[in-house]
Structures are given as C-alpha cells and as structure tokens.
Nanobody, 114 residues
Framework: QVQLVESGGGLVQPGGSLRLSCAAS????????MSWYRQAPGKARELVAG????????NYADSVRGRFTISRDNAKNTVALQMNSLKPEDTAVYYC???????WGQGTQVTVSS
C-alpha cells in the first residue's frame, strides 16, 4: 500500500521556521524524484521545490528560493522541506508528491501569522 505521510506543519509567526517531513512507504522511494507543492485557499496548487531521485539536484519556485531547502534521505525513505524566514503568503496546505507515479500525501497545514 502506497503511503506518503506529511508532518511538521503548524502555526508560526512571520520570520519563523518550520521543518516539514514526508515519510514514504509501499513503493521504491529511491527511484522517484520528489516534490513539495502547496495550495492556499482559493488558489491553484503550485510547485514549491523538487529534488532528484539521488538528491543531487534541486529546484525551487522563485517565491521560496533562498528561504526553503528540500532534502531527502533514501535510506529512511523521507523527504524534508526546511522553511526559514516564513511569510504570511507562505500559508497553505503543503503536500509531498512522488513524481514518477504521481503519488500524493494528504497534506499538512502551515499557517504564518502573528
């Protein structure tokens, strides 16, 4: 059974940090490029960051480049998103995705507010 389980979301003040984690099971994690997406209320889901299957290559949306860092651990079947200098406009539900087969997690809420 394929599972992607996100964790680490919550409420944080502007300028704060959060670390999201996604635990994968039920498929060959190390073969999949992995991505984090987010969806804010009333907006389309958007790509935030991606990492290659080996972890050697990453890409970021312009809006988060320099503030967010994506990483993966193929030994633990996890992918993480370190989010620093958070802004209110980062408020959204964050999802991880296994790109080859299009597997999605259930999402974790991130709220940036004072």
């Amino acid at each position: 059974q394929v599972q992607l389980v996100e964790s680490g979301g919550g409420l944080v003040q502007p300028g704060g940090s959060l670390r999201l984690s996604c635990a994968a099971s039920g498929f060959t994690f190390s073969l999949h490029p992995m991505s984090w997406y987010r969806q804010a209320p009333g907006k389309a889901r958007e790509l935030v960051a991606g990492v290659s299957s080996s972890g050697g290559s990453t890409n970021y949306a312009d809006s988060v480049r320099g503030r967010f860092t994506i990483s993966r651990d193929n030994a633990k079947n996890t992918v993480a998103l370190q989010m620093n200098s958070l802004k209110p406009e980062d408020t959204a539900v964050y999802y991880c995705k296994a790109e080859l087969r299009g597997y999605w997690g259930q999402g974790t809420q991130v709220t940036v507010s004072s």
